[in-house]
T-cell receptor, first 115, second 112 residues
Framework: DAGVTQSPTHLIKTRGQQVTLRCSPK?????VSWYQQALGQGPQFIFQ???????QRGNFPDRFSGHQFPNYSSELNVNALLLGDSALYLC??????????????FGSGTQLSVL | SQKIEQNSEALNIQEGKTATLTCNYT??????LQWYRQDPGRGPVFLLL?????KEKRKERLKVTFDTTLKQSLFHITASQPADSATYLC???????????FGKGTRLSVIA
């Protein structure tokens, strides 16, 4: 049973560029949440997708957008990259059958470096 | 907004001792509180969940307590081992229908 998979594992971009990160949830899960984790900080909630729609959103600008596909996989897009966007981006999956925010299963993350 | 404080950034203990990590929160009382373990360069891994009407939860060498009066959760690892060295994150959900809010974590080092 595959867990949550994320790609790529590492990415280096320059300021102003755009990036797309990808996530496949754990088998049987239909809900995907994205978190940003800066060095030495806890994960910060970006948004959550369910039934191909953004259900909840954290305090992140519109440069951060996402998408969920019919197979429940998800993408996170960040436009006009800033140096401060450098962080570990985590995808977490869960099942709506067990309540909206029961325990999360995280991927290993994508380490984004903006130069 | 909800604020979580994990009092120690780092905690060093001797192998075999009990490690106790603290999580304090302000404002609303969460519907439930979770603890995760995170190793360097990896995503957090779920350990334990405790609900607002529960005072204590155990899983093998792990124990979590939840005191809604003190607005505090304690996370204990008994008979600690070097393999327990990691960052431990506290996370809470206000209503059961809001995103998990994470603390900064406590980095635990168990010294042989």
């Amino acid at each position: 049973d595959a867990g949550v998979t994320q790609s790529p594992t590492h990415l280096i971009k320059t300021r102003g560029q755009q990036v797309t990160l990808r996530c496949s949830p754990k088998s049987g899960h239909d809900t995907v949440s994205w978190y940003q984790q800066a060095l030495g900080q806890g994960p910060q909630f970006i948004f959550q997708y369910y039934e191909e729609e953004e259900r909840q959103r954290g305090n992140f600008p519109d440069r951060f957008s996402g998408h969920q596909f019919p197979n429940y996989s998800s993408e996170l897009n960040v436009n006009a990259l800033l140096l401060g966007d450098s962080a570990l981006y985590l995808c977490a999956s869960s099942s709506s059958n067990r309540g909206n925010y029961e325990k999360l299963f995280f991927g290993s993350g994508t380490q984004l470096s903006v130069l | 907004s909800q604020k979580i404080e994990q009092n120690s950034e780092a905690l060093n203990i001797q192998e075999g001792k009990t490690a106790t990590l603290t999580c304090n929160y302000t404002n609303y009382s969460p519907a439930y509180l979770q603890w995760y373990r995170q190793d360097p360069g990896r995503g957090p891994v779920f350990l334990l969940l405790i609900r607002e009407n529960e005072k204590e939860k155990r899983k093998e060498r792990l124990k979590v307590t939840f005191d809604t009066t003190l607005k505090q959760s304690l996370f204990h690892i008994t008979a600690s081992q070097p393999a327990d060295s990691a960052t431990y994150l506290c996370a809470l959900d206000i209503s059961g229908n809001t995103p998990l809010v994470f603390g900064k974590g406590t980095r635990l080092s168990v010294i042989a």
